[in-house]
């Protein structure tokens, strides 16, 4: 028997007519992270012989056998030291049959055994990658350094297991001192790692002109790169997921060049930062909001801006936060510390309203009209992921959009689906899910899906996920919004056409309540707040300040706002005057209602067609234009009220911009509820008391902190009343990350002993809806 390693193996072959073989299989991020190498190096040192293996599906499958005290040993070892960047989420041991194994060694990948587990994520590189690439060793300079605790993982896998050649690593064959390291069970960080490479094997960058014409190539492009953005210039980057667009975040001119030629007047750009010494320069972040930043998924995080910050007030127009993240990769701290400033901005690289870039040719077409110069590289991305975003509510992160460093990552159910789902979402900033045993699993941030292209990407991302955990339309329970509509809910349709599938239409608010129940494991029946936007309700009305009572079984309207007129129907979405409008003409005349906004000088600014448009708004709202319990578009009517926003460029703007324009104070607008069953706040009186605000000279700042907390405060009210003996109470919907309406919603429940659950990890917006609509769908067919 031929043994690899020295004397404890010769120990376990003199003791085998005792042997035990055991099992194993594991769960969780257990592919590309390590895992197989560190499980080697566990069974080495407990002396025990067999076999582990990656399985598609993303599992791992390990056999050992040996003396039974020593595989008791490595069982025990495993369970208590998985490498860092893993996550064991389940380990089924079972007792095998020992095959006389006398040395253990890591198999190749056996895609056609399945045990299910989380595609990994895509990790940022790891301090000691970065020392490589900084210090006099053979990656010095190198900007596709990575190891087996770090690189690109879900961007470049073509299809699972993790092996190097399911990857588009597979285009770049090890090199001989590469393959050695790849091979030496001592090169702790290179030893089995799928995604190495260097200098002489990997990838190359270069930089090109707008025609694709090479201009320098290696190291030295990026050095260029940099004194272009220096200079002035925009510069597309080809990075993990896709394309960014990089420039100054100092000059104005080319921020503003940027944002005529994306047709992005005024939604704000992240920047990248060097480090957290530069960051600190630039914005306020606690010290765990650094750590957050830092760590391996480097999002994007909100942050206060510092008033002596060196940043562009084009970077993001009327807002106090900006989106900050720190390089993930080498290529992106090598071209940042060649910066004179040490950040830039770093944006999406999409032409407006299309999915992100992630194909050289198509860059070069797409965004030629937009940027000046490619940094390029030759390592395709498989798979298209956004950064991800937080921001900061109530002292903690809250997810915005769910992308690169934690899709596909899976939330588990508190219960085994016995059926599984593809959940399509909604249509704004749109995700879509599959859920299966008890798991779902969640496409990235995909967009919005009204545009052709997104709704594409959105429809195969939800492929891929159920490729990977061999799903078939026609098992599946499809789940989507309510409306008819969306291109989601048709795309749900369509397959129900096709495949004879069952197909639930989850009403929009219940999904985003269930949502947050998934999220933290709820089953029991609670209280929902849903504070959002739009969705369509079952009275066929525009829903979106709802108070539920919720479980995954059913739900129950028990309050909402007072459904107010838009008049101009889905115009007043995107003109927050003409919602402020519909709700003054419900509670003053038509005279009183043109001389406040003649007062607040609003006419001119808030309507292009002046007091012609106004009267024609205030006769339709009186012919009785759509109706709305928006919590968005309450507080986009105040935003225009305060002459904060009269236009919305992106969703949410009039909202968010009005919130971060807000002062907190201890004065408070009275709230009024009307009626039982359901009970309706009275946002026309809240509108009207801020009016009176107003005019007595309160600051609007003040005002503006006013109306959140009252409607938080109103619906929180509601929540308690309508309680019963429920325990918690769960708040989501897009409009629920708002700091204000939290605190309302906090300070009614006070002394209630409800506990209050909110989203964290899932967005609470559209973007985490199709987990909600998973979690319905998988109980409904648990049920049947
Ligand atoms: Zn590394
Ligand atoms: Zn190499």
Redesign the pocket.
């Known amino acids: 028997m031929r043994l690899k390693v020295g004397s404890r193996i010769s120990v376990l072959v003199s003791e085998s007519r005792n042997r035990e073989a055991l099992r194993i299989f594991v769960s969780g991020i257990v592919q590309g992270v390590g895992f197989r190498p560190h499980t080697y190096r566990l069974a080495s040192r407990a002396g025990v012989a067999g076999y582990v293996r990656n399985l598609g599906g993303s599992g791992v499958e390990i056999h050992v056998e040996g003396d039974p005290k020593r595989v008791r040993l490595f069982l025990e070892s495993l369970k208590a030291n998985p490498p860092p960047g893993a996550r064991i989420d389940e380990i089924t041991v079972s007792e095998a049959e020992p095959q006389g194994f006398g040395e253990f060694s890591i198999l190749p990948g056996e895609g056609s055994l399945r045990y299910n587990s989380i595609i990994p994520p895509d990790i940022g590189i790891c301090r000691d990658c970065l020392a490589e690439v900084l210090g006099e060793t053979?990656w010095s300079g190198y900007p596709f350094n990575s190891c087996v605790y770090c690189g690109p993982r879900y961007s470049m896998i073509i299809r699972v297991p993790y092996e190097r050649e399911n990857t588009s690593m597979r285009d770049?064959p090890?090199?001989?001192?590469?393959?050695a390291e790849y091979s030496d069970p001592q090169v702790e960080r290179r030893f089995h790692a799928q995604g190495?490479?260097?200098?002489?094997?990997?990838p190359k960058v270069w930089l090109a002109d707008v025609e694709g014409r090479v201009i320098r190539e290696g190291p030295e492009s990026i050095t260029l790169a940099s004194s272009l953005i220096d200079e002035g210039y925009i510069v597309a980057v080809k990075g993990v997921g896709g394309f960014h667009i990089a420039c100054s975040a100092t000059l104005d001119q080319p921020i503003a060049r940027l944002r005529e030629k994306k047709r992005r007047p005024t939604k704000p750009f992240a920047i990248m930062v060097l480090d957290a010494r530069v960051l600190s320069e630039l914005v306020e972040a606690p010290e765990w909001a650094v750590r957050l930043l830092e760590a391996s998924s480097r999002p994007i995080m909100l942050l206060k801006v510092k008033s002596r910050a060196r940043v562009s007030p084009l970077v993001a127009p009327s807002l106090r936060k900006l989106g900050i993240l720190l390089p993930y990769t080498a290529l992106h701290f090598l071209l940042l510390e060649k910066t004179n400033d040490k950040y830039a901005i770093m944006t999406s690289g999409n032409p407006h309203g299309e999915p992100m870039c992630i194909v050289n040719e198509e860059a070069l077409e797409r965004l030629g009209g937009i940027v000046d110069y490619f940094l390029l590289h030759n390592r395709r991305i498989v798979n298209r992921v956004d950064d991800s975003v937080l921001r900061i509510t109530r002292g903690a992160p809250v997810m915005l959009r769910r992308g690169r460093g934690f899709a596909p990552m899976w939330v588990s159910l508190p219960f085994r689906a016995q059926r599984c789902v593809v959940a399509f979402g909604a249509m704004l900033q749109s995700a879509g899910a599959v859920a299966f045993e008890d798991k779902v699993v969640l496409t990235p941030f995909v967009g919005d899906v009204d545009e052709y292209n997104t709704f594409r990407d959105l429809e195969g991302s939800i492929r891929k996920l159920m490729e990977t955990y061999s799903i078939t339309p026609r098992e599946a329970i499809l789940a989507s919004d309510l409306h008819p509509l969306y291109p989601s809910s048709r795309l749900a349709d369509e397959w129900s056409r096709v495949y004879g599938s069952e197909h639930l239409r989850i009403q929009h608010h219940w999904a985003h309540v269930a949502a947050v129940m998934a999220e933290h494991g709820v089953l029991e029946d609670v209280i929902g707040v849903a504070i959002d936007g739009v969705g369509l309700g079952l009275d066929g009305r525009v829903w979106g300040g709802e108070v539920l009572t919720a479980s995954l079984d059913r739900f129950v309207r028990v309050g909402h706002l007072k459904p107010q007129r838009m008049p101009s129907g889905d115009g007043a979405a995107h003109h927050p005057a003409r919602m402020l409008v519909g709700i003054l003409s419900d509670g003053l005349s038509r005279e009183e209602l043109i001389q406040v906004l003649k007062e607040l000088r609003i006419v001119e600014k808030g309507f292009r067609g002046g007091l012609r448009e106004v009267e024609l708004l205030i006769s339709l709202a009186e012919k009785g234009a759509p109706l709305t319990s928006s919590a968005g578009r309450v507080l986009d009517a105040v935003s225009a009220m305060l002459g904060l926003c009269f236009f919305r460029s992106y969703e949410g703007e009039p909202a968010i911009v009005l919130e971060e324009h807000s002062t907190p104070t201890n004065e408070r607008i009275r709230v009024r509820i009307e009626g039982e069953n359901p009970a309706i706040l009275d946002t026309t009186d809240i509108v009207l008391q801020a009016l009176e605000h107003l005019r007595a000279g309160t600051p609007r700042g003040e005002v503006a902190y006013m109306v959140q907390q009252a409607i938080g405060y109103g619906l929180g009210l509601i929540a308690r009343r309508a309680a019963g003996g429920r325990k918690y109470i769960v708040i989501s919907g897009g409009a629920a990350v708002n700091e204000y309406i939290l605190e309302g919603v906090e300070e009614a429940l006070d002394g209630s002993g409800l506990r209050l659950l909110t989203a964290r990890e899932i967005p609470p917006n559209d973007g985490g809806i199709a987990l909600g609509q998973a979690a319905i769908a998988a109980w409904r067919g648990m049920n049947l």
Do not use: K
């Not at 090890?174 to 393959?179: A, I, Y």
């Not at 190495?196 to 990997?202: K, V």
């Open positions: 053979r770049f090890l090199c001989e001192q590469c393959f190495i490479s260097c200098p002489a094997c990997g």
